[in-house]
Structures are given as structure tokens and as C-alpha cells.
């Protein structure tokens, strides 16, 4: 291939999508994995010349022949960006097995899956792996047990990943968003949070998805080829000023 190609977990909605459009804006070859099969089709669509493959990233076998799919496909891979994660929120006490294996299988497993079945072609390629983990990995605050457990391993996961590979050339570097205005969050924040996260975030307000892509786009491209193992908080200074909200706590 004469362009470079990523593969974009999660791809579907939200920061995977807003990622998979600047990436194919600046030449970029594009692959969109998401296990929303409709809804991966329909993001596809609006992609320049982007590929879409429907999988679940916490299965290990659908994770091995997708990346036997992709290279079949572009011939090669020069990075990765695992976004692919769920958000259930909820207290420790309501908090039960099930309900952590599920956060674990795709925030975490599927990370670890996805990034080791990637590594015969990102050794070739002296590619980049972004890991996308959360505010929530940073700093505690309440009903994250699962969620916030999950991106604090995919941080470390991400370190483990640059000191044993920086040796092959490849680069590992994780992207903490804060509060993003998505239609999700929207729709489940209420007044008095979204007011909260105003008054805590030293910008004063909510980052945008195309705000976090950029981050990773950087993390992805040329211009980052000395940064491994480090963790880019991608926050409007969130997590610079403490505590969880009060507001959060109800």
C-alpha cells in the first residue's frame, strides 16, 4: 500500500468515528471494527474509502481472523487504536460478577487481544498502538468499580506495552478523555452535573469528540515517533484540580 492504515476499534459512534474521519481526511487507509453491524455500516458510510469489520473485541478467535481479514485486505498495519469500551456505571454493593466480567471482557480483554493478535503486523511496520482509557482510570470517583478498574489496567497495560516493544519499534501511548460532549452523555447528564463539570474543569467545559481524535491522530502519526509509554489526559485540566464531583455521588 502507498498510504498508511489504521485500525480503529469501536468505530461505529462517538470517538472511534470522529477518529476514523480525521485519520482518512489526512490519507490515512481506514479500517472500522465495531460489533454494531448496522450501525458500523451506516458510520462506514460516511468515511472516505474506509473498510468496515464487524467484530466483537473480546472474542478471541472472531479477534484472530479479523486481523487475518485485515491483512488480506491492506497488506499491512501501521496502527492501532483501541477505543472499542462500554460504560455501566453503578455502586460496589450492586456491582455483581457478571456485571464486572462484562465491563472487563471489552474495556480491558479486548484491548489485550486486539493489541497482541496485531503484533506480527506492527512489527513489521514499526507501527503505534493508542489505547484509549478514561479520566475514570486516573482518578477515583463513585459508581466505577468496573469502569474505572478497567482504564486504570488499560493504562498499565499500555506501559507494559512500550517497554517490552519499544525493541520491535513500536510505540505505545494511552489517551485519557475527560467529559465529552456526546449524545449519550447529554442525554444522561443532568443539569446539576453538567453545570458541576463546568465549574471543575479548568477550561470550563465540556472537550468535544474531534478534540480527542486529534489526540490520537497526533499519537498515531510521524510527528509522535519519540513519545512511547505515555499517558495523555485529554481533559480541558480535569484532572489537574482533585476530587470527584459532588454532584457524581448521588
Not at 481472523?65 to 491492506?74: A, E, G, S
Request: hydrophobic share 45%.
Amino acid at each position: 500500500m502507498d498510504r498508511k492504515c489504521a485500525l480503529i476499534t469501536g468505530a461505529a459512534r462517538g470517538i472511534g468515528l470522529a477518529t476514523a474521519k480525521i485519520l482518512s481526511d489526512r490519507g490515512w487507509a481506514v479500517a472500522m471494527v465495531d460489533r454494531d453491524a448496522p450501525a458500523l455500516a451506516d458510520a462506514a458510510q460516511v468515511v472516505p474509502d474506509a473498510h468496515s469489520f464487524a467484530c466483537d473485541v473480546s472474542d478471541p478467535v472472531a479477534v484472530a481472523q479479523l486481523l487475518r481479514d485485515l491483512t488480506d485486505q491492506f497488506g499491512q498495519l501501521d496502527a492501532l487504536v483501541n477505543n472499542a469500551g462500554i460504560a455501566d456505571f453503578g455502586p460496589i454493593s450492586e456491582t455483581d460478577f457478571d456485571r464486572w466480567r462484562r465491563v472487563m471482557a471489552t474495556n480491558l480483554d479486548g484491548v489485550f487481544l486486539m493489541s497482541q493478535a496485531a503484533l506480527p503486523a506492527l512489527k513489521k511496520s514499526r507501527g503505534a498502538i493508542v489505547n484509549i482509557a478514561s479520566i475514570s482510570g486516573l482518578r477515583a470517583s463513585t459508581l466505577r468499580v468496573a469502569y474505572g478498574t478497567s482504564k486504570a489496567a488499560v493504562i498499565h497495560l499500555t506501559k507494559q506495552q512500550a517497554a517490552e516493544l519499544g525493541e520491535h519499534g513500536i510505540r505505545a501511548n494511552c489517551v485519557c478523555p475527560g467529559p465529552v460532549r456526546t449524545k449519550l452523555a447529554m442525554a444522561v447528564h443532568t443539569q446539576d452535573i453538567i453545570d458541576a463539570y463546568h465549574d471543575a474543569i479548568p477550561l470550563n467545559r465540556y472537550g468535544t469528540e474531534d478534540e480527542v481524535a486529534a489526540a490520537i491522530a497526533f499519537l498515531c502519526s510521524a510527528e509522535a515517533s519519540y513519545i512511547t509509554g505515555q499517558i495523555l489526559a485529554a481533559d480541558g485540566g480535569f484532572e489537574a484540580t482533585g476530587v470527584g464531583l459532588p454532584a457524581l455521588r448521588k
